[in-house]
Each structure stands twice: as C-alpha cells, then as structure tokens.
C-alpha cells in the first residue's frame, strides 16, 4: 500500500470531474425551513387537538357512564328499598290479620260460650216451668230407666219424690200392671227425677245426672241447681 502525503499519481485517477459552485439562494432556504416549521407546527397543534378532541370524549362518555351508572346503581337501591318495605309491610299485614283472626276466634268462642250457656239457663227454666205443671213428666223418664234394666227383671224398686208419688200413685200402678214395682217415696230426690233398683242394679234417673248428662254432650259443666250467693 502506498503512502501518498498529498499528491496522487494520474494513473490512479480513473476520472476526474470539476466541481461547480452553485449560487445559494438563502432566502429561498429560510422561506421554506418557515414553512416546514409552520407545518410541523400545525401537524403539533392537530395533534394536540385531536387528543385534547379524544379526551373530552372519553371524559363525555366516562361521565355519560358514570351517570347511567349512577342511575342503575339508584334505582336498584330505590326497588331495594321498596322491596324490603314491601315484605316488611306484608309481614306486618300477616301479622295483623293473623292477630285478628286469633282475636275473631277468641271472640267467637266467648260468643259460643255465652250462646251455651244461656241455651242452658234457658232450658233450665223451661224443665223448671214443665215440672211445675206437669207432674207427669217423671212417667217417661220411669219408662226408660226400667227399659235399662232389660225385660228379665219384672220386679224393681222405685224411688221417687214424695210429691210425684202422691200425685201418681194410683197412675203409676196402671202404667206398668205388667210388673211388680214397689214404689218409694224419697225427698231427696228432686220431683221429675227416680231411682230405679232391681236385683242389685241401680239406674240413677234423678234429675241431677240427667241434667249432667245432658249439658256434658255440649261440653258444659253446670249443676242443675246452681250455688246462690246470699251475700
């Protein structure tokens, strides 16, 4: 390799072309280095724009989504709220009417209560009425206590209030000619009421259990003659 300081030999030069100063038309230049820049410029600005553009519009639908969230978020709070005061309402009603059905049943069962027990006095009276005129009345009630006893006993005791035997004596003895009563007077059976004894049973037809009986169907306890408070 050879060493040249500063001249290189012709035969080394394939070609050789002079070189040309042009003119510079430097105002040309700086005009259009103004109009890059203003383009480049303006290309910023559009830029800017055009992210400032899609940034509202991204902060518009943001809130736009925000607010439809809002919204849902709210109304599902507010039928929240309406349910829950709907089943706290309906259970307060259900309570309440199942207060006054209670109440409506107590009340009927007093009602019922009341209605038995005046039904009670009221045929209290009538039998007290019917005894009072119609010494009769014991006649039947002889007849089924015999019947109870069953057709192989002809012969009974029968015990019966001083005042129906008095009164029925002689009719008693027609009635049952067909068997052999021995009739009793006893005061302290009530008149309507008998005693009825034959061969070791006793048929208790007083009055009393009579009346027991027959109030007990109805599901009521009262006495036939019920306690009077002399204070």
């Not at 005009?31 to 991204?58: D, N």
Request: charged share 25%; aromatic share 6%.
């Amino acid at each position: 390799m050879r060493n040249y300081a500063r001249f290189i030999p012709g035969e080394e030069i394939d070609a050789v072309e002079q070189w040309r100063f042009g003119a510079i038309d430097t105002a040309t230049q700086l005009l259009q280095a103004k109009v890059k820049a203003q383009e480049v410029e303006q290309e910023h600005q559009e830029q800017l724009a055009r992210r400032q553009e899609s940034y509202q519009e991204g902060y518009t639908a943001g809130m736009a989504q925000g607010r439809l969230q809002a919204q849902a978020e709210l109304q599902q709070q507010m039928a929240d709220f309406l349910a829950n005061q709907a089943r706290e309402e309906a259970q307060k009603f259900t309570e309440l009417f199942r207060a006054a059905q209670n109440e409506l049943v107590q009340a009927e069962q007093v009602m019922a209560q009341g209605v038995l027990n005046l039904s009670c006095e009221l045929a209290r009276q009538v039998l007290r009425q019917e005894l009072s005129v119609n010494p009769n009345v014991v006649l039947p009630v002889i007849h089924e206590a015999l019947d109870l006893l069953g057709a192989e006993h002809r012969s009974a005791l029968v015990r019966i209030h001083p005042q129906d035997l008095e009164v029925l004596d002689g009719l008693i003895a027609d009635e049952f000619a067909g068997m052999a009563l021995t009739l009793r007077a006893d005061p302290a059976l009530k008149p309507g009421g008998c005693l009825v004894e034959s061969a070791g049973m006793v048929i208790d037809a007083s009055l009393q259990k009579r009346w027991l009986r027959a109030v007990a169907t109805l599901g009521l306890d009262s006495k036939w003659e019920e306690t009077v408070d002399a204070s």
